[in-house]
Nanobody, 125 residues
Framework: QVQLVESGGGLVQAGGSLRLSCAAS????????QAWFRQAPGKEREFVAA????????IYADSVKGRFTISSDTAQNTLYLQMNSLKPEDTAIYYC??????????????????WGQGAQVTVSS
């Protein structure tokens, strides 16, 4: 079992940057894949970015490609999401997640087994 705790959320003006962190405890991140999802009020949870197979491969949603970067530090057992050029439509609660086995797409919430509690990101116009 792994416990995930996000940090780094906050309020930022459009065009600004934030870095989210997700620290794993009790156990380490799996060797299969980790991801960031987000959920805005009244909307379904949506995929943001994933990192697979010991940080070899990364996947991004089209809406964040070129602006967000997912990375991991295995020594610190921490997952990161660097968010640049933020837009008001990026406002949401951001969740990190860990997959305990190999998955097909790594972009669906149902493919992940453990979740953090979420971090609020608010981008003002």
């Amino acid at each position: 079992q792994v416990q995930l705790v996000e940090s780094g959320g906050g309020l930022v003006q459009a065009g600004g940057s934030l870095r989210l962190s997700c620290a794993a405890s009790i156990s380490t991140f799996s060797d299969y894949g980790q991801a960031w999802f987000r959920q805005a009020p009244g909307k379904e949870r949506e995929f943001v970015a994933a990192i697979r197979w010991n940080a070899v491969n990364t996947i991004y949603a089209d809406s964040v490609k070129g602006r967000f970067t997912i990375s991991s530090d295995t020594a610190q057992n921490t997952l990161y999401l660097q968010m640049n050029s933020l837009k008001p439509e990026d406002t949401a609660i951001y969740y990190c997640a860990d997959a305990m086995r190999a998955r097909y797409t790594y972009t669906k919430p149902s493919e992940y087994d453990y979740w953090g509690q979420g971090a609020q990101v608010t981008v003002s116009s």
